[in-house]
Every structure is written in C-alpha cells, then in structure tokens.
C-alpha cells in the first residue's frame, strides 16, 4: 500500500471517528472526489443561478495554502461551512489534499442567519434546509482535528519514503545475491555452504551492525538459491533454519529473550504464506532488521531500571545460592549483555556484586553479633568457610576473625567515652 492509499485509508477512519465528512483533492488539477448532501445542494443552486460555483476552485487554493501554512489550512467556504485541509506530499512534491468538512463553527441558528452573502443568491432556502445536515464543532477541537489531519498526511509521506528506500534497498540486496550465485558457477567460490559466513551473520547482529548483517545474510541466501534451485519448499526450510540462527544471536547481542522468541514464534508462523521469492527475500531482511535494531539501540540506553532491579534481587537474595542466570532471568536480559551493563553503569562485575554485598552483611553480623564463622558463612549465602575467608581479605584486607576484633576495641572507645 503507497503513502496516497495509507493517507486515504486513514482519513476516511478519522472522519467517521469524528462524525464528520472527508474527502480527497488530487493535486495539481484540483478535482474533489466527494461531496457531501449540503455541498451538492449548494454547488447546484450555485450553477443554477450564476452558471459556476463560487467555491469551484477553492479546494485548490486550499492545499495550496495548507502546504504554505505548515501542512494544514483552516478556512471558511462561501457559503460559512467550515472545512480542515492538510498537504499531502510525496518525495517532495504536493499530490494531494485531505480534507475534513464541512461542518459548523457557529451555532445554525445564527449560521442560517447570516444569510450566505458569500454566495450572494436570490434563493437560499434548499441550502438553508440542508445545512441541518452539518455538526457543530467547537473552535478549540478544530485545531485539534487539524492537527489529527496533518499526522495522517505526515505518517503517509514517510511511508512513500520507506517505501522508495526499500525498493532501493530491494534492488541492493538482490545484486548482492546473484553476485554470490555467479560467483559459485564461476567457480570464483566453492558450492559448499558458507559456514563462516554465518558465523559473521552471527557476530554482525549480537554486534548489531546492520550494514554488515545484511551483506552476510546475502551471501547465505545467495548460496540456499543456488542449492535449493527451484525447490521452494526447500528454500523456505533453510529460511527457518536462519530464523532460528537470526534469534539466537539477537539474544546474545543483548534483545529481550522474551521479546524475541515471541517474534520468533509469529514468523515461524507467517513462513508459510510466502509465494515468491521476492516476497520471502524482503519479508527476511525485515526480520534481520527487527533483530538488529532490538541490540542496536540497547547499547545507547541507560538500564537505570533494569540495575535497580538487580541491586535489589542480590540484596534480597545474597542469603541464598545465586547464579547469574537466575538474575538474567529475573530482569529478562541475556547474562553476557546484563554482565556488561552492569560493569558499564556500577563499575564492578555482577559476581563481585554479589560478593560486596555478601561481605557487608557479614561485617555488619560480625561486629553485632556473637554468631560463629560458620553460621555467618552459611547466612551470608557462601557454601565453604575457606572461600568466604578467602572473599572477605580481598574485600576487607582482612580475615573475619581479625575483623571481629575491632569490635571490642569499638566497645572499649563507646566505654570509654561514657565514663
């Protein structure tokens, strides 16, 4: 579906959201696609009595003045109903208008009232008549709509830009593809599956290199063409095995397990509706884009949120036997990624973490309490006496039990202080 089809769609979804008509103008001739009952009857009373409309060419000037004015025009037809345009572009260049309207800014007593000296006819009455027919819109939800309309025409716009850079892209990937085929009947490659490549493919997403990704994923494809020839059904099969491949990376480049394996399951589901080859080819290098994007943008993000969460489930937990993937799975990163945004935001290893708040809670059980060593050892979540003595000098310098001595000359000091 093109940009103009996306914009058209939606504005006849917006204008029964909001109760009100809509319609399209091409650009640059100006034709209108609908009228409403009130602009048929207006615009034929108009030609009945002076032979043309006033109102002819004024959705025109309309879009015209929309594009000027920033992508949407306000204004008064001649006969007072008002209308909502916004410009609708592509690559560039001004095609079409939407428009919302007519409708009524004031109330239709007073809209009536006003006589229509815009129109400047001897015989009103069927116009009259029909403008029941308008909805009154308060002043402040016009602007509303407006801006409603100049989103539409701005989401359609960019989707005519996709659209060309896919394409473009389309063409890129398939020269990369049959590159790789005559490369194999030359024999400038050898016809065995690039292996190594995958590994590449592999590294390129956890890396989230998108550029790299893609030129590997060409190769590959390059070679399943070639093998599986004709054989759809074939190529479709070695397309699920990438797929499996494209997640599992995507997971050790840091993407959420769970967010991945749900769009993994969704396209192992949607595999099977393909056709062509050229629909698979372009439906593939989306996915490997969803993949990479999902890593690609977690290295620029602070996980303010995600380390809190960490420090909270080591703190709440240290008493017990805690392994790093129980913290990955709490948090739903994978260990290699949440072990490097940890060490990037607190400066320490997740496992030293741990250790630090372990060794806290001991000194603290050290210098108030009278509990031995091996109890402590056990509290604090240390499986062997000698490791956490081990643990305990590297963070403190010292031994526990030299550690617990400072605690008589603490409350020796306190003593002393007292008297």
Not at 18 to 28: Q, R, T
Not at 121 to 147: C, F, G, H, M, Q
Not at 177 to 197: L, M, V
Not at 411 to 418: C, G, S, V, W
Request: with cysteine; net charge neutral.
């Amino acid at each position: 579906m093109s940009g103009r089809d996306t914009a058209l769609a939606l504005l006849q979804t917006f204008g029964n959201a909001v109760g009100l008509p809509s319609f399209h103008v091409d650009m640059p001739e100006g034709k209108r696609s609908d009228r409403c009952s009130f602009c048929k009857v207006c615009y034929a009373r108009q030609v009945a009595e002076k032979g043309r409309a006033a109102c002819e060419s004024l959705m025109e000037y309309a879009v015209y003045q929309s594009e000027r004015w920033g992508g949407k025009y306000e204004f008064l037809c001649p006969a007072g109903a008002a209308f909502v345009v916004a410009s609708g572009m592509r690559q560039g260049v001004l095609e079409y208008g939407l428009v919302i309207g007519p409708f009524l800014m004031v109330t239709r007593n007073d809209f009536i009232e006003e006589g229509f000296p815009g129109l400047q006819l001897e015989n009103t009455r069927d116009i009259a008549a029909e403008s029941k027919t308008l909805v009154y819109v308060e002043p402040r939800r016009v602007s509303s709509i407006a801006d409603m309309l100049f989103v539409i025409a701005a989401y359609s716009e960019q989707r005519d830009i996709e659209d060309l850079k896919l394409l473009e892209q389309s063409s890129a990937r398939y020269n990369e593809i049959f590159q790789t085929i005559e490369n194999i009947k030359t024999g400038a490659r050898p016809p065995e599956y690039p292996i190594e490549t995958e590994k590449r493919l592999q590294r390129y997403i956890a890396a989230g290199d998108k550029a790299g990704a893609q030129r590997a994923l060409n190769e590959i494809l390059g070679a399943i063409f070639f093998a599986e020839g004709a054989d759809f059904a074939a190529i479709k099969a070695r397309v699920t095995e990438l797929l499996v491949l494209l997640s599992r990376a995507a997971i050790d480049g840091g993407a959420e397990p769970g967010r991945i394996f749900g769009l993994s399951r969704d396209f192992m589901t949607e595999i099977a509706r393909f056709e062509t080859l050229d629909d698979l080819n372009i439906w593939l290098s989306g996915i490997l884009n969803s993949y990479t994007s999902m890593v690609f943008a977690v290295p620029d993000t602070k996980h303010t949120d995600t380390i809190q969460k960490v420090m909270e489930y080591v703190n709440a937990n240290y008493m017990k036997r805690i392994t790093l993937n129980d913290i990955s799975e709490h948090v739903s990163f994978s260990v290699s990624y949440l072990s490097r945004i940890f060490k990037e935001e607190k400066g320490i290893n997740l496992s030293s973490y741990i250790n630090e708040v372990r060794i806290r809670n001991a000194k603290t059980l050290l210098l108030t309490s009278d509990m031995p060593l091996s109890s402590i050892t056990y509290c604090c979540g240390f499986d062997d006496q000698s490791y956490f003595s081990k643990v305990f000098k590297k963070f403190t310098g010292t031994t526990p039990g030299k550690y617990r001595e400072k605690r008589g000359i603490i409350n020796r000091k306190a003593e002393e202080t007292e008297q």
